[in-house]
């Protein structure tokens, strides 16, 4: 009896002694989660002492601060700068048909089409004017017809397809780069216009360009020294019709500007794209003579690169043709070089009614 008495007397002491550690323990965890939360307390005390500091800074800084001082328009001075408008035309394409279910509905081009927008293109130059007018003086214009204003028979499809032949071709897209440069003498308020005049290959009467009888063998030519005699007695209008056909030059404010149509432009892929192949020509073309800019067409995929040229767009906008450079707006480029600064802004003509 006495040992059983014994037992359950060390079993109450073990139990006891556990609990004692377990309270222990608990009492270890319960400061550590009050000191923490002290600290805890502490830190942001100081934080709600520091925002309060800001905050009457702050306040401080509302009481005393001066008004802001409104940015006014600039005025309007007399004593503008000098720019130079530069416009391409160029891919025109005036005798083609273009059918809405040869290029999945995006395009409908003929000549009643060509002529609506050829109207949109002059009419976009004057807007062009009157949008840079605003910022600088702008007396000179440069306007670079620059080739395949008619499809004509290079292609044997084109004898089936075409709207007309390419004479009768050929004298439409006379008679509308006559009344816009009509336009632009009558409206343009421009001192002086300088028409650099360069073939495409689609205006050639050959099965291939002859380079040495280009200025005979093209009707883009004739068209050119058709025009050359319209405005012979317009004073500031002057027409740069040469016989070589890779390129006509042109200085503005001592910059060249080089125009071409821009079939010879090569391309093998590569990311750069069109830049690549602008800046290939760009270099190769300056070995013999350096310019500013580099100005084609011919792609009918407009881009615009300021330190580099202008690879120019179309008026006839998707075709059979175009549409392996994928799909584009019928647009045409334009520059503006500005007599200190250079190139100050470049930008679309948009022909197609929104």
């Given at each position: 009896?006495?040992k ?31 000191h ?45 700068s ?14 083609e ?48 017809l620059?080739?395949?204003f ?14 007309m ?15 816009g ?28 360009r002859?380079l040495?009888h ?84 011919h ?47 470049m930008?679309?003509?948009?022909v197609?009614?929104?």
């Amino acid at each position: 009896m006495a040992k059983k008495d014994e037992l359950r007397a060390f079993a109450l002491k073990s139990q006891l002694a556990d609990v004692k550690v377990a309270h222990a323990r608990e009492q270890r965890s319960l400061r550590a989660e009050l000191h923490e939360l002290r600290e805890q307390n502490k830190t942001l005390l100081e934080r709600v002492d520091e925002q309060d500091v800001e905050l009457n800074a702050y306040a401080h800084a509302l009481r005393h601060r001066k008004p802001p001082r409104p940015i006014k328009p600039a005025r309007k001075s007399k004593a503008h700068s000098e720019s130079t408008l530069v416009v391409v035309a160029s891919d025109w394409h005036v005798d083609e048909i273009v059918e809405p279910s040869t290029v999945g509905g995006l395009n409908r081009y003929n000549p009643e089409v060509a002529e609506a927008r050829s109207e949109r293109f002059w009419q976009g130059i004057l807007k062009v004017l009157e949008m840079t007018r605003a910022h600088t003086r702008v007396d000179n214009l440069v306007l670079g017809l620059i080739g395949d204003f008619i499809s004509g028979y290079i292609h044997e499809e084109l004898v089936a397809t075409n709207a007309m032949p390419p004479l009768e071709g050929i004298d439409f897209a006379t008679d509308l780069v006559r009344r816009g440069l009509t336009l632009l003498v009558e409206h343009g308020k421009l001192k002086r216009i300088v028409v650099p005049c360069v073939s495409g290959n689609h205006g050639r009467m050959t099965r291939r360009r002859w380079l040495a009888h280009e200025s005979g063998t093209n009707l883009e030519h004739f068209m050119f020294r058709r025009l050359v005699d319209d405005f012979a007695d317009v004073p500031g209008v002057e027409l740069l019709v040469g016989e070589s056909i890779y390129h006509e030059e042109v200085e503005v404010y001592g910059r060249r500007l080089r125009f071409c149509h821009g079939e010879t432009l090569k391309y093998a892929g590569g990311l750069q794209g069109m830049y690549g192949r602008l800046y290939k020509l760009h270099l190769e073309r300056n070995r013999i003579s350096p310019a500013y800019w580099t100005i084609c067409g011919h792609w009918h995929q407009l881009h615009l690169f300021q330190g580099l040229g202008i690879v120019n767009g179309s008026l006839i906008g998707t075709s059979a043709y175009g549409s392996q450079f994928g799909h584009e707006a019928p647009r045409q480029g334009w520059g503006l070089i500005e007599k200190d600064r250079g190139t100050t802004a470049m930008g679309p003509i948009f022909v197609e009614r929104s």
